[in-house]
C-alpha cells in the first residue's frame, strides 16, 4: 500500500496539532497517521497494547510510540518526508535483525521501508519533516557536505548523550501534549519554539554521526531477516494452501535447520507459527474490509487456511480480543 505525501506539516485547519492513538488492534496500527504506514504483526499472546502521541509543530512531525506487546512492524516512510529514529536507553528490538542501541540514529528515506522486531516495553521517538527544510539548516551551518539524506534506510552511530538529550527533549514534549493538547492548537509560537528545540537537538545529534561498521554477527542477523521476508512472502502467495517446512525452506533457499535458525533469532518464534500468525492477520484486514453479505467467518477462515475453525476462533480471539464473527458483524453495522 503507498503512503500519501504529506504536503504541508504545519497544522491544517481541521487537523489537530495533537494526536493520541490508543492502539488496541495491530491491524489498526496505520489508522490516522498519514506520515508512514505500518504493517504490524502481533508475535505473542499477550494483549496487544500501543500508544502513539504525534505532536505537529511549524514544520515537522514528533510522534512519540510506547508498545506493551512483542510485534513486528513494516514501516513505510511517507513521500516527502525524511524521517530519523531514536529509542529509548532500554528498549529491546531489532531493525532488519540487528539490535537497536541507544547511541544509534536511524534514519529513513522518503518512500523508505523498514523491518522492526520488538519487545514489550519498547518506546522510541520519530522526527519527520521535509528533506529541504534540514538540508537549509545544515546549509546555513556549512555542514550540508557532513551529511546527505540515505536512498533508503540507514543507520548512523551518534554520541550517546546527544542521542539521550533527543530522546529526552521529544519525550518531555511528548508528555506536555498530552496533558494541555489545546495549546498547541492555540499557539503557534509554541509550536515553533517546540520545532526550534527538537531540530537543534536533532542537528546536535547527527554532527557526531558515523556510518557503523558491521560486525560478522550483523551480517548473519540481517541474512537471518531475508530469510524470514522470503519465507513470509511464500506464505502469502497462496493464502489457502497449507504449507509444509520444506516449501518455506525451498523458498527461502536454505536448510530446514538454518530456517528454524532464522526465524527464532529474527521473531522469537517457529516458522510455522508465524505463517499462522501472518495467515490471522490478514484473515482479520478481510473481516474488516468485507461488505455486507460478500462473506462469512467460514469462507474468509478457509481462504487464509484454516480448516479447524475452532481452533481458528480461539487463536483470533487471544490475538485480537474479540472473535471473528464480532468483527465482521460490527464492519457490518457500520
Known amino acids: 500500500m503507498s503512503v500519501k505525501p504529506l504536503s504541508n506539516l504545519a497544522t491544517e485547519p481541521e487537523a489537530a496539532a495533537v494526536t493520541v492513538f490508543d492502539v488496541k488492534v495491530p491491524t489498526k496500527s496505520s489508522e490516522g497517521f498519514e506520515a508512514v504506514y505500518q504493517e504490524v504483526i502481533h508475535l505473542d499472546a499477550a494483549p496487544f497494547r500501543a500508544r502513539r502521541v504525534a505532536i505537529r509543530l511549524a514544520n515537522c512531525l514528533v510522534v512519540v ?20 529514529q531514536v529509542v529509548a536507553p532500554k528498549a529491546r528490538g531489532r531493525l532488519n535483525g540487528i539490535a537497536m542501541r541507544p547511541d544509534e540514529l536511524v534514519v ?3 518512500g523508505s521501508v ?5 519487545e514489550r516495553g519498547y518506546r522510541s521517538v520519530m522526527i519527520m519533516l521535509p528533506p529541504a527544510r534540514l538540508l537549509e539548516q545544515l546549509r546555513r551551518r556549512r555542514r550540508v557536505r557532513n551529511f546527505a539524506v540515505p536512498s533508503g534506510m540507514a543507520r548512523m552511530r551518534v554520541n550517546v548523550p546527544g542521542n539521550r538529550s533527543l530522546y529526552e527533549l521529544c519525550h518531555r514534549l511528548s508528555v506536555v501534549a498530552e496533558r494541555r493538547p489545546q495549546l498547541f492548537d492555540e499557539r503557534p509560537d509554541l509550536r515553533e519554539s517546540a520545532e526550534v528545540e527538537v531540530i537543534e537537538a536533532l542537528l ?46 525451498e523458498a527461502a533457499r536454505v536448510s530446514e535447520r538454518t530456517l528454524q535458525t532464522a526465524f527464532h533469532a529474527a521473531l522469537g518464534i517457529s ?8 495467515r490471522l492477520h490478514q484473515a482479520r484486514r478481510a473481516l474488516e474490509t468485507a461488505t455486507r453479505g460478500s462473506t462469512t467467518v467460514t469462507n474468509v477462515a478457509l481462504d487464509w487456511g484454516f480448516w479447524h475453525f475452532g481452533e481458528f476462533s480461539t487463536a483470533y480471539r487471544e490475538c485480537f480480543g474479540e472473535s471473528p464473527s464480532s468483527t465482521l458483524r460490527r464492519k457490518w453495522q457500520h
Open 65 to 84: 510510540h510506547r508498545v506493551k506487546a512483542r510485534l513486528r512492524s513494516r514501516t513505510t516512510v511517507a513521500a516527502g518526508l525524511v524521517g530519523f
Open 108 to 110: 529513513g528515506a522518503p
Open 114 to 118: 523498514s523491518e522492526v522486531v520488538v
Open 204 to 249: 546536535e545529534a547527527l554532527s557526531t554521526a558515523e556510518a557503523p561498521e558491521p560486525s560478522r554477527s550483523d551480517a548473519t542477523r540481517g541474512r537471518y531477516s531475508r530469510i524470514v521476508r522470503l519465507a513470509e512472502k511464500r506464505a502469502l502467495a497462496d493464502p489457502n494452501q497449507r504449507l509444509y517446512v520444506a516449501d518455506l525452506c
Open 271 to 278: 516458522p510455522m507459527s508465524f505463517v499462522k500468525r501472518v
